[in-house]
């Protein structure tokens, strides 16, 4: 086995349990999510037509790629905090477990200060995680919804001799909302 330090069990213990409660309850709507989808596209089709829906799925389908660069960078960063998270914990332990010699020769400030210095670049780091999540999310989860719909409903006015109306317009939102793009 690799030895490992302290830092890293305890980063482990708080991060991967986490990752496993959440992969355990979203698992159950893997199997049930293309059903969902592909009835919700069934019934956009009919509220607004073939061109129309299609229109929505290619716009879902050119997201992918921005999809892939921001869940690639939030992998990444959040690798690099983990990184200095480690760090930090395993110095901080070591300074624990050490404590009548820091005391001792009265090494509390050096150590501070060195901890201090990881902690600080794991907050540079959290920033940056934080700042490309809500940038990247806000444009996934909030504009992109509001740009599909909008696309969705210039494609149908476009295409069809009927005017949209009130009931196609808020089934088909309650669809997309409901269900594709959840």
């Known amino acids: 086995f690799p030895l490992t330090d302290v830092g890293l069990v305890v980063n482990m ?11 355990i309850q979203l698992s159950g709507m893997t199997a049930v999510t293309p059903l969902q989808i592909g009835i919700s596209l069934a019934l956009i089709h009919r509220q607004v037509g073939t061109v129309s829906t299609w229109v929505g799925v290619a716009f879902l389908v050119l997201l992918l790629p921005f999809n892939g660069v921001v869940f690639s960078t939030v992998a990444r960063l959040r690798r690099r905090v983990l990184k200095f998270q480690d760090a930090r914990v395993k110095m901080t332990n070591d300074v624990l477990a050490g404590i009548r010699i820091v005391k001792f020769y009265a090494w ?4 501070g200060e060195e901890i201090e210095a990881v902690r600080e670049e794991e907050l540079r780091a959290l920033t940056s995680l934080t700042l490309v999540m809500l ?7 909030f504009a992109a919804p509001i740009v599909q719909i909008m696309l969705v409903f210039a494609t149908f006015t476009l295409t069809q001799e009927e005017p949209l109306s009130a009931s196609v317009a808020f089934t088909t939102v309650a669809l997309f909302v409901s269900t594709v793009l959840r």
Do not use: Q
């Open 13 to 23: 213990m708080s991060n991967d349990t986490t990752v496993i409660m959440k992969f």
């Open 108 to 111: 509390e400030r050096p150590f």
């Open 135 to 141: 940038v990247g999310f806000s444009a996934i989860l």
